[in-house]
């Protein structure tokens, strides 16, 4: 059974940074077994979800949301098993909790749609308020 879980949110002034862990287990990222794909998304109570960013290992390069891209960076630690999120130049707006999703198998998509993933972390609150 896949589990994910989410840490290192935490209250920041606008400008400044943090960075999200989601530390998989149940399997190995570096399995050339099955493919992943692993999703940050964010929600804001009374919105829908939104995609952050995603990174495969079927495709070569991440995948991000145009309200994050140049400030945000996906990418995989094999060793740790573990998929971050370093968040810089963090806005007002970023304000949400965030969430690791991942699909896993023979085909999976680079996508930022939460219907495409099959697992979900809990969840970790970011604020960025001065």
């Known amino acids: 059974q896949v589990q994910l879980v989410e840490s290192g949110g935490g209250s920041v002034q606008p400008g400044g940074s943090l960075r999200l862990s989601c530390t998989v287990s149940?399997?190995?990222?570096?399995?050339?077994?099955?493919?992943?794909?692993i999703g940050w998304f964010r929600q804001v109570p009374g919105k829908e979800r939104e995609g952050v960013a995603c990174?495969?290992?079927?495709?070569?390069?991440?995948f991000y949301a145009d309200s994050v891209n140049g400030r945000f960076t996906i990418s995989v630690d094999n060793a740790k098993n573990t998929v971050y999120l370093q968040m810089n130049r963090l806005k007002p707006k970023d304000t949400a909790i965030y969430y690791c999703?991942?699909?896993?198998?023979?085909?999976?998509?680079?996508?930022?749609?939460?219907?495409?993933?099959?697992?979900w972390g809990q969840g970790t609150q970011v604020t960025v308020s001065s």
């Open positions: 999703a991942a699909q896993i198998g023979p085909v999976v998509l680079l996508t930022l749609l939460a219907d495409e993933y099959d697992n």
């Open positions: 149940g399997f190995t990222l570096d399995d050339s077994s099955d493919y992943y794909a």
């Open positions: 990174i495969s290992s079927s495709d070569g390069a991440p």
